[in-house]
């Protein structure tokens, strides 16, 4: 070990039996088999504290070389949710109406119901904004080199999802794209863009979902080889 690593500390993680460890795997995936997305807000306040642990849930994902290379905006202002909604709106009507998703991208939209009006921009609670930083910026202002960012930065975002899920609020990955709106609304640096906009609150009483199907085990797992049948 070079003399610039970081000291070893123990680690030691409550270890259940395998019966246990198989109870808890299969409780996990129930619950967050029951997680959709949800486009229909309540305006039900959420508590302050919420958002706070599900950030701090979001920033335990592991990252390359641990840079951590995410900014996670909250906003909760009204006014500046309502300029999100215009700007975002403006957006996906030129992507819906305006010729900038072909017809293949629009008929895979077709089943989920979407268009380019996106009111639950005001309706929920918080807006909360992922950014990746595609670089660091040391205190003299100089760069620092970030690896492997999308995947660092979508690993914090999966967290956050399953943290929101937990407390039994809801959230939609929103991409209006483009999203350099957000950039200048929200004042974020040029290191920084745009990565996923999360609506966060409790699901609207009447809220409806689209009735999908997700694939089972087999159509998306391989175990060893192609013709190798699991155990
Ligand atoms: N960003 C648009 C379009 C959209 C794209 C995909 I891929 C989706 O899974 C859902 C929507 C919108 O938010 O409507």
Not at 38 to 49: C, G, H, I, L, Q
């Amino acid at each position: 070990m070079t003399d610039d690593a970081l000291p070893q500390v123990p680690y030691h993680p409550a270890c259940p039996t395998d019966a246990e460890a198989v109870a808890r795997a299969r409780a996990f995936f129930e619950r967050m088999d029951t997680r959709r997305s949800v486009r229909a807000f309540s305006d039900r306040p959420v508590p302050r504290a919420c958002i706070e642990h599900a950030l701090a849930a979001a920033g335990t994902a592991p990252s390359g070389a641990h840079m951590q290379p995410w900014t996670w905006v909250v906003v909760d202002d009204p006014t500046l949710k309502s300029q999100i909604r215009e700007a975002a709106e403006a957006e996906e009507r030129q992507s819906y109406e305006g010729g900038r998703m072909n017809e293949e991208w629009l008929e895979a939209l077709r089943p989920l119901g979407t268009d380019w009006r996106k009111p639950f921009l005001e309706v929920a609670p918080y807006l909360v904004v992922c950014f990746e930083q595609r670089w660091g910026v040391r205190p003299d202002g100089s760069r620092r080199k970030h690896y492997y960012v999308s995947e660092s930065v979508g690993i914090s975002c999966g967290l956050f999802i399953t943290a929101i899920h937990e407390m039994g609020l809801a959230t939609l990955t929103h991409t209006p794209s483009p999203m350099r709106f957000l950039s200048r609304l929200l004042g974020r640096p040029d290191n920084e863009r745009p990565f996923i906009l999360f609506p966060v609150g409790f699901p609207a009483d009447d809220a409806t979902v689209p009735a999908l199907t997700r694939k089972p085990l087999p159509d998306f797992v391989q175990w060893n080889r192609p013709d190798d049948a699991p155990a």
